[in-house]
């Protein structure tokens, strides 16, 4: 038996079926194509080098180019290794270092990048499937599907480290697998249901949560280059399913196009990535008559809650857990708590990644009988409901995408008059929460908002720069010395009001 998440896929889909279609309903790619351009791209792979086991590095625009990629290394048995297209070459060079890829394929802006560090070929690939990786594909090719056991690597995700340096997450296919069937039958995917793609595809969210379940259900995504608000609401009437981050959502409200009759074709809305405002959940409802299904998931996990497709969706939390998924909450002596009382958020399951990277102590720490420690503080209700209330990691989620504070503290640190800071989230409508620094000075220094915002912007991906620095003359601390990131939440909270 083949394990080969590509193998779970290619036994749905039917291949005259459409794959891709445009925002204004047109199909451009069938299942076909998928197959066509899988088995081409993942030969081309293996003609550069790569064999099963190896990473891929992936940095490009969102295209269907980009997917045909993606699935070329599920059939090839390589490592899918996605990278956020705002990363800058500091946080390139670290990933291509740690992660040894055998092959890079980049944007065609971003090839001399990786050839400054890479060692490995760098190939390009563009949004219209052009570029150097494509430039000696044959017409035809009959690839194989590469057999994979269950346990085998399918992806590596990077998601940033409290230390300062992002973690790749190990996601096996049976990992990917196991949600992808899971939630195709708890969203009660069917026959002719067409799912609104406007999410990014280097990110859990978008890839293997939404991607992976439309085409376990041999569903055309109807496809978005990114997210515009006015431009999804005008193409609902095509969809039956959207999945998107809170922000999308506050957006969609701000448009007056919003309405019942433009939902009249949806079936379901789902909301993730980020906790969702219970205002926002009854707004929406208000306005299109859906009540918004919000799960919760991480990039280690995939989804691990979800609340239910039939019966109630309760604003504020997150759902049960997944079938097959456990959940625990317990206390700082790993004793699980009452019913209510709020602990830290432990989880097992077929969807938990097997550890991080070349970080085999990491690991050690992170597992607990077998549970992993997600670093959120959560509470479950008498109908098995969990609430997520905080994080034990001080983990700032912005549009929907993780910032740990340290890699941005790092950063900023960096500054020639900066003596210290210290990176906390605040209450944001739009994005959630947003990225808020504040910087003791060196005495006499001149340092400005700007100059900090600036330097942050060429040294890390955009969404990881803050929104705003405030100058303070020292940071507050308990009796041990650590800053009090609770005080400095409430006072900028506040003030933010």
């Given at each position: 038996?083949?394990?080969?998440?590509?193998?779970?896929?290619?036994?749905?889909?039917?291949?005259?079926?459409?794959?891709?279609?445009?925002?204004?309903?047109?199909?451009?790619?069938?299942?076909?194509?998928?197959?066509?351009?899988?088995?081409?791209?993942?030969?081309?792979?293996?003609?550069?080098?790569?064999?099963?086991?190896?990473?891929?590095?992936?940095?490009?625009?969102?295209?269907?180019?980009?997917?045909?990629?993606?699935?070329?290394?599920?059939?090839?048995?390589?490592?899918?290794?996605?990278?956020?297209?705002?990363?800058?070459?500091?946080?390139?060079?670290?990933?291509?270092?740690?992660?040894?890829?055998?092959?890079?394929?980049?944007?065609?802006?971003?090839?001399?990048?990786?050839?400054?560090?890479?060692?490995?070929?760098?190939?390009?690939?563009?949004?219209?499937?052009?570029?150097?990786?494509?430039?000696?594909?044959?017409?035809?090719?009959?690839?194989?599907?590469?057999?994979?056991?269950?346990?085998?690597?399918?992806?590596?995700?990077?998601?940033?480290?409290?230390?300062?340096?992002?973690?790749?997450?190990?996601?096996?296919?049976?990992?990917?697998?196991?949600?992808?069937?899971?939630?195709?039958?708890?969203?009660?995917?069917?026959?002719?249901?067409?799912?609104?793609?406007?999410?990014?595809?280097?990110?859990?969210?978008?890839?293997?949560?939404?991607?992976?379940?439309?085409?376990?259900?041999?569903s055309p995504l109807l496809f978005f280059e990114k997210f515009e608000a006015r431009s999804v609401i005008e193409a609902l009437p095509s969809a039956t399913v959207y999945m998107g981050v809170p922000t999308n959502y506050t957006r969609m409200l701000a448009e007056a196009a919003l309405n019942t009759e433009q939902c009249t074709n949806m079936r379901l809305f789902i909301s993730g990535s980020a906790?969702?405002?219970?205002?926002?959940?009854?707004?929406?409802?208000?306005?299109?008559?859906?009540?918004?299904?919000?799960?919760?998931?991480?990039?280690?996990?995939?989804?691990?809650?979800?609340?239910?497709?039939?019966?109630?969706?309760?604003?504020?939390t997150v759902g049960p857990a997944l079938p097959n998924v456990d959940v625990r909450i317990v206390d700082n002596k790993n004793e699980p708590v009452e019913e209510g009382e709020t602990g830290s958020l432990l989880v097992t399951g077929p969807n938990v990644f097997s550890g991080y990277w070349r970080m085999p102590d990491k690991n050690l720490e992170e597992f607990t009988d077998g549970f992993f420690r997600t670093g959120d503080l959560a509470n479950r209700d008498e109908d098995g409901y969990i609430s997520i209330v905080g994080r034990s990691k001080d983990l700032v989620i912005t549009g929907g995408l993780n910032v740990y504070p340290k890699e941005v503290e790092s950063a900023i640190d960096r500054i020639a008059g900066v003596n210290e800071s210290a990176v906390i989230g605040i209450p944001h409508r739009d994005f959630g929460e947003a990225v808020t620094a504040v910087v003791v000075l060196d005495e006499d220094a001149s340092v400005t908002e700007d100059d900090v915002i600036t330097h942050l912007k060429s040294t890390l991906a955009n969404f990881k720069v803050a929104k705003r620095v405030y100058f303070v003359d020292e940071l507050p601390r308990n009796t041990m010395g650590k800053v009090q990131k609770n005080v400095l939440r409430e006072e900028y909270d506040s003030g933010a009001r």
């Open positions: 038996m083949n394990d080969n998440l590509y193998t779970v896929f290619a036994e749905r889909f039917i291949p005259k079926d459409p794959f891709i279609r445009s925002p204004d309903g047109s199909d451009l790619h069938s299942y076909a194509d998928l197959e066509h351009y899988s088995s081409l791209y993942a030969d081309r792979l293996e003609r550069l080098g790569a064999v099963p086991g190896d990473r891929v590095m992936v940095q490009v625009e969102k295209s269907p180019f980009c997917l045909f990629l993606y699935f070329a290394c599920l059939r090839g048995g390589f490592v899918y290794l996605p990278l956020n297209t705002a990363y800058q070459p500091e946080e390139l060079a670290y990933f291509a270092e740690n992660a040894e890829p055998a092959v890079v394929v980049a944007s065609p802006e971003q090839q001399p990048v990786f050839k400054d560090f890479a060692r490995c070929p760098v190939e390009s690939l563009d949004a219209n499937g052009q570029g150097s990786f494509t430039e000696e594909l044959p017409d035809y090719v009959s690839q194989s599907i590469v057999p994979r056991s269950h346990d085998d690597l399918a992806a590596i995700l990077y998601t940033s480290g409290t230390t300062g340096k992002p973690k790749g997450a190990m996601l096996s296919h049976g990992n990917l697998a196991s949600n992808a069937r899971t939630l195709h039958e708890l969203w009660g995917f069917v026959p002719g249901d067409v799912l609104l793609h406007a999410l990014p595809v280097f990110h859990v969210h978008g890839l293997f949560i939404a991607t992976n379940v439309a085409v376990y259900n041999g906790p969702l405002l219970t205002q926002t959940f009854k707004e929406f409802e208000v306005r299109t008559g859906h009540r918004i299904l919000e799960r919760y998931g991480m990039t280690e996990t995939g989804m691990n809650t979800s609340n239910p497709l039939v019966g109630e969706r309760k604003p504020g």
